[in-house]
């Protein structure tokens, strides 16, 4: 049973989408019905494994590996560590929630809605636990199909625009990755003699490999990335995508699908060509790109007049943190970029939530139309301004441990990329605080804001694990730090093997470097 | 040599693919005047071909045993030789000839053309390219070049009331001709340099004469301008799209993967014996029309509105890639082009077997627009030709995905980076228009009176068993792989 508990995550959402295909297409709540049950039983089947993972091991669990093709040396080869444990879970309750809330807005197509959801969440899933690179690939692609369904079919306006642009983006960057990935795959059987795609086996090439090589390859890997993070210049598509998907189709790419991006270069980009990460023009390149992407997506949030597209905007600028965190290529960094990925997963899922909640009734995404909606939806607007606070990064919220965990890493680099990333906290603040100013408060102008109704039960138990969350990383980040620590220490030494020793940080035992992750208690570490 | 005109039982057995064929062939044309037309049980002309196919598949999993037990034989003085690669082709000619077979008679039959000779000129075509995969010898290369370019001149212009069709097959003709005659025109150049005709002796004398020989230059570019325009590759490819269109449906597939496959199998067996060792002159060569292929293919299908046009270019860009597993001239390489080859008879042929079904007032329909709302009528179909269009762009985890692994695969190992490149960014291109057609059916709004499909037991066994393949092809290919892997010419082992 526990040697199979991660084919179990992945292939229950799977079998769902084969239940629910063979579902008549008339009995509509039956659908809705059977696809609910399965999200939570996707839920359900992580149980064991969070019971069983053992967070102060720093090498991959659960492991499950079989030949999959002898003749291209490619395996089913699924494992985790504490970067992948916190990306799977995230999936499991995002995506559950995603599939809860579509239960009213989803009305046309109802079945196919559901079968391509339980399709795409099989196959993110599958991307958070493979360390087979070539299986990787398959799954990396085979998750935009769903997608481009979810965008296309029931989006808003320019939905076949968007689900195109976002299709054809990320298929142009992770063909990239392709040829980078079959590269190293020849390097290594021409090192090694044999052909083999798994992670481990592919991280020795880079002993043989010039700079220059890992260099090339190391963008090759990293251009994919990019696009889906989004970083900054790669981002364009993300706007179109994320304002026309359905609300259930912002949240799982906002809460998901962007987190691909940092997790491929934990996983595989930087550990695969360390030399071509720590490379000196990589570094200040991928360090320029973040920052700009912090300030630029910061302001063109503050620009919008669309209510979602100021939340997408203001996915760039958060991630951008999160690559500023990686390329400080130390600790703090990387441990902050992977929690504040998750952080923001959490954050601004909820943040779509409310915008959908709100666009359900008035069919309308334009800021101007709104105003005053605090007057009629009191439990609407506390919610909604936690999940405000949460990615404005207010100390006590989630935001805050990851945004100054980061800053922390990029301190340590230079006190620049710390004063920068400073001001997009800053400009993060205006255009999010400016913006509950201008939907929530003053007085209803608009008089069909007098009609809508409060939040209902169904919609307060999607947003509560969300909020939950987000306080209880806030209050008490020491778990997830525990998590991240030795996938952290291990990236670092993979990197640079003295940043250890040249920082006077002992690493005797499991648990030696607490004092150089703040957070183990963030009290203590201010 | 007197033993070499005597035929032997070893002749007969290299011959017996061919042999089948025509004797099914002429079957079909005695059985449709003496019985069908009397009878006017059409379908039993299909049958007949199938017939003959299956029998020829077992000749061919004995020639494989053959092959696998005792490595390659020949026969005919050494002019036809069987091995791994010739056994491989021509398995993929059959599964295409009893694909296109099986999707025939419901359209012919809406054209009213539906007769026994489209199905004789099927099995004499396919008797050409078993040849052309098996031939060792100048000579028999190119008789069984034209045997199937002859046949392909009928099979274009069979609707005979129809202006298009016959437009073009008297393009196809004219084209056809003028680069046999190129090609014939190399060839006698070739056998001027070594005074043979088998192949082997042929790569003897050019190896001899040098690479930079103007004979061997000359020989090398007649030929492949001769064979450029048999693959559609760019700036020979003007004949393609017009002919696509104007064929019946059934023929355009067959055409476009079966034609396709034998004259690479052709060109992959000259290029490799007779011009293995001046490789360095023809791969820079090779390399830019692969390049130019690939690009004009697949920037010319973006504005297609016509289904058969569309994958017409389609097929055009595949031509491109194909084509980089001979510019590689490894084993990869060549691995790679039978795999792409193997999955192109899968996925095109779902492909042009749903574009026959379509309907519109009982003719057939062919814009893209027609596919519009295929999901709400018919989610299955809709299903197929997303599984079918993805494998066509490459998207793992289906068959086309494999062909065009170890082609890049291929070129990366010789260090073309910057082709490979451009290879790869392609693919994104081509993912554009073919997911117009999966929009199409999955997106667009049924128009008042939507296309309907009109399949019968054949054209859904096409469908589904195509669908199968590509995914199983996919998902479990080591099998397919390795049958690959034997295709391999044993020069580049």
Request: with cysteine; aromatic share 14%; proline share 4%.
């Amino acid at each position: 049973m526990s040697e199979h508990i991660l084919s179990i995550i992945w292939l229950t959402p799977l079998v769902g989408m084969l239940v629910v295909m063979s579902l008549p297409k008339e009995s509509k709540d039956l659908i809705r019905y059977v696809a609910n049950a399965f999200a939570v039983l996707g839920v359900l089947v992580t149980i064991p494994l969070i019971r069983s993972f053992d967070s102060s091991n720093g090498d991959f669990q659960f492991v499950e590996r079989h030949d999959w093709i002898p003749a291209l040396g490619a395996q089913y080869y699924l494992g985790v560590d504490g970067f992948g444990y916190l990306m799977i879970l995230l999936t499991v309750v995002v995506g559950w929630l995603s599939i809860l809330c579509s239960w009213a807005s989803i009305q046309k197509r109802v079945k196919e809605y559901y079968a391509f959801f339980l399709f795409l969440q099989a196959g993110m899933l599958g991307v958070f636990m493979v360390l087979d690179v070539f299986l990787f690939y398959v799954f990396w692609e085979i998750m935009l199909v769903p997608m481009y369904f979810i965008i296309g079919i029931w989006g808003g306006g320019r939905r076949l625009y968007a689900a195109i642009k976002f299709f054809l983006y990320t298929l142009a960057g992770s063909v990239l990755m392709l040829l980078a990935m079959l590269t190293v795959y020849f390097r290594h059987y021409e090192q090694f003699g044999f052909y083999s795609f798994a992670l481990e086996d592919l991280m020795r090439v880079a002993a043989y490999s010039s700079p220059e090589l890992q260099f090339w390859l190391f963008w090759g890997f990293f251009i994919a990335f990019a696009v889906k993070v989004p970083m900054f210049p790669f981002h364009t598509w993300l706007p179109d995508a994320h304002t026309e998907a359905p609300t259930a189709g912002s949240v799982i790419l906002a809460g998901i699908l962007l987190k691909m991006g940092l997790y491929g270069l934990v996983r595989f980009a930087m550990p695969m060509f360390p030399q071509g990460a720590t490379n000196d023009t990589t570094v200040k390149l991928i360090a320029v790109l973040s920052i700009v992407g912090i300030i630029y997506g910061a302001l063109v949030s503050l620009m919008q007049k669309d209510w979602k597209r100021l939340v997408a905007y203001s996915s760039v600028s958060h991630l951008g943190f999160c690559t500023l965190g990686l390329i400080a290529l130390n600790p703090n960094g990387i441990a902050g970029a992977i929690l504040q990925g998750f952080n923001h997963g959490l954050s601004t899922p909820l943040l779509f939530l409310a915008v959908g909640i709100v666009y359900d009734q008035r069919h309308t995404r334009e800021i101007a139309d709104y105003g005053g909606l605090a007057n009629r939806m009191p439990v609407y607007t506390v919610l909604f301004a936690i999940s405000l606070f949460a990615s404005m990064g207010m100390p006590g919220l989630n935001g805050f441990i990851g945004e100054f965990t980061i800053l922390r890493g990029a301190f340590e680099v230079s006190a620049w990329w710390a004063g920068f990333g400073v001001l997009g906290i800053v400009l993060g603040a205006a255009y999010l605080l400016w913006l509950f100013q201008r939907v929530m408060l003053g007085p209803i102008t608009n008089p069909k804001n007098e009609t809508v109704k409060d939040v209902n039960l169904r919609e307060i138990v999607v947003m509560a694990p969300l909020i939950i969350g987000c306080f209880w990383i806030g209050l008490y980040p020491k778990h997830c730090f525990e998590i991240l620590e030795p996938p952290t220490i291990k990236l670092v030494e993979r990197l640079d093997p003295d940043y250890f020793s040249r920082n006077g940080l002992e690493l005797n035992g499991d648990r030696a470097l607490l004092g150089a992750l703040p957070a183990a208690e963030p009290a203590a570490s201010e | 040599m007197m033993d070499a005109l005597i035929f032997t039982a070893q002749d007969f057995n290299v011959l017996k693919p061919a042999i089948i064929l025509c004797l099914f062939g002429c079957a079909i044309l005695l059985t449709d005047v003496f019985i069908v037309r009397r009878t006017g049980q059409r379908w039993l002309n299909g049958v007949t071909a199938l017939i003959g196919e299956g029998l020829l598949a077992v000749v061919l999993v004995q020639h494989l045993a053959q092959v696998r037990a005792g490595g390659a034989f020949s026969g005919l003085g050494g002019s036809v030789v069987v091995d791994g690669f010739g056994v491989f082709f021509n398995i993929v000619f059959a599964m295409s000839a009893s694909l296109a077979v099986l999707m025939t008679a419901r359209y012919m039959e809406a054209e009213g053309e539906h007769r026994g000779e489209y199905y004789a000129l099927m099995l004499f075509a396919q008797a050409g390219m078993s040849l052309m995969a098996t031939g060792n010898d100048l000579v028999v290369l190119f008789v069984a070049l034209e045997t199937m370019a002859l046949s392909f001149y009928v099979l274009v212009g069979f609707l005979r009331n129809s202006k298009r069709s016959n437009e073009a097959a008297i393009k196809y003709l004219i084209l056809g001709a003028f680069s046999s005659g190129l090609l014939a025109y190399g060839l006698s150049i070739l056998y001027g340099i070594s005074g043979s005709t088998n192949l082997a002796a042929v790569g003897d004398a050019v190896a001899a004469s040098g690479a930079d020989n103007w004979a061997v230059v000359l020989a090398l570019i007649t030929t492949s301008v001769g064979l450029f325009f048999k693959i559609s590759a760019v700036p020979f490819h003007m004949w393609a799209p017009d002919v696509y269109e104007g064929a019946p449906t059934p023929t355009t597939a067959y055409v476009s993967v079966a034609s396709k496959a034998a004259s690479f199998a052709l060109m992959i067996r000259l290029f490799t014996e007779a011009y293995g060792s001046a490789s360095a002159s023809w791969v820079p060569l090779l390399g830019m029309i692969a390049l130019i292929t690939m690009t004009v293919g697949n920037l010319a299908a973006i504005t297609q509105s016509n289904l058969k046009r569309l994958l017409a270019y389609s097929s055009v860009a595949h031509a491109g890639y194909i084509l980089l597993g001979l510019v590689a001239f490894n084993e990869a390489g060549l691995r790679g082009i039978s795999i792409y080859v193997l999955a192109y008879v899968f996925m095109n042929f779902g492909a042009f077997a749903l574009v026959t079904a379509l309907r519109r007032d009982g003719k057939a329909a062919e814009e893209v627009d027609d596919l519009n709302g295929l999901a709400g009528r018919s989610p299955g179909h809709a299903i197929l030709v997303a599984i079918f269009m993805l494998s066509l762009a490459g998207i793992p985890p289906m068959a086309g995905f494999y062909g065009k692994y170890y082609i890049f695969l291929a070129i990366l190992a010789e260090g073309y980076y910057l082709l490979a490149v451009f290879a790869a960014l392609y693919v994104a291109v081509s993912a554009y228009y073919y997911f117009r057609i999966i929009r199409a059916c999955w997106i667009g709004e049924a128009a008042d009176t939507p296309a309907s499909l009109d399949l019968n037991l054949g054209s859904r066994v096409v469908l589904v068993g195509s669908g199968v393949l590509t995914v199983l092809i996919g998902v479990l290919p080591q099998r397919f792989l390795d049958l690959a892997g034997e295709s391999v010419l044993a020069a580049l082992r």
